[in-house]
């Protein structure tokens, strides 16, 4: 039995990026050996195990066919005679298809560490254009190696568009497209992400809705946060195309809610100087800000990266300040219409007083 550490494990360590997951491939092994050393199985359609006490993945060499549509339509084959180069060869990029040894020694088929220096993402083989899961794999290694100024392969590229043309992007399920695109929206530069699937023609086939102009916004926002960053790329929608376009992609009913709101109620949001005691209190209740105080401060934050008005802290302050009045305190003795009456008065008052004292 021999392991090895693989892919993005060593391709973030030799780009000094920190490493947070380690996978390894066994080559040599059995699943029965594997399980007998107090490995763990965790895989579903491959032989995958969890290292005992570091809880780390250790995955038996494998070869891959092709035997039917999508990024799912694969036979595995796994052995102990698949050899670690045939591993390596089934992977997608030649950055993600170096290995090292217990020793630190590399073994690279495919050039790999000559791509890394060179700043180049290059598909291995013909066979990547089998998964079409890969075209946006590709783009979100782009956002992700931004700071080190990667390009792709003009032979990568056209391969991708070929795959495009092909219709192959219709076989993915919104389930894994959403995956990528959370990853995407996670690295240092997801604008990258998008504009370069624009580039090869996969927006129409993938969301149409978000426009290059709206890719420029995602890239001013003062935020790392992911719902933020999706909601500020679909701010020139309407709630219907929002809603429309989260349904198909599978999106969180947080996600959702929070990129309507920012769609429809950031003007407001910005004009808070100029706003009366009425039209504050009107707004927040709008808002759900008593009653759903997390979103309300999520839209918030999420306001104030998109507008770059310092803003947030000041609004949710109001939100707390009309949250304080207790019905208790103002309408004793009140009942019915009154009661409410009453703790709208003693909002309006409040904040009435707190703009003031601003």
Known sequence: METYLVGGAVRDELLGLPVHERDYVVVGSTEEEMKAAGFRSVGRDFPVFLHPETREEYALARTERKTGPGHQGFVCHASPDVTLDEDLARRDLTI???????????????????????????????????????????????????????????????????????????????????????????????????????????????????????????????????ETRFSALVMHLDAEQIRTLCNRLKCTNQRRELSILVATRLDRWCRLNTMTAVEVVDYLYDLDAIRKQERFEHFCRSAEAISHKVLARRWMELAQTIRQVKARDVAAGLKGPAVGEAVRKAQVANIESALHER
């Open 96 to 226: 993600n298809a170096i290995a090292k040894d217990n020793d630190g020694n590399l073994v690279d088929p495919h050039s790999g560490k000559k791509d890394l220096d060179a700043r180049t993402l290059r598909h291995i083989s013909d066979a990547f254009s089998e998964d079409p899961l890969r075209i946006l794999r590709v783009a979100r290694f782009l956002a992700y190696l931004s700071p080190f100024d990667f390009s792709v392969h003009p032979s990568t590229t056209k391969l991708l568009e070929d795959m495009v043309a092909e219709g192959q992007l219709t076989e993915l399920t919104p389930e894994r497209v959403l995956l990528e695109l959370d990853k995407a929206l996670a690295t240092t530069e997801p604008g990258a992400f998008f504009t370069y699937l624009d580039d090869i023609g996969a927006t129409k086939d993938l969301w149409p809705e978000i426009t290059q102009n709206a890719v420029r916004k995602l890239r001013e926002i003062d935020s790392t946060d992911r």
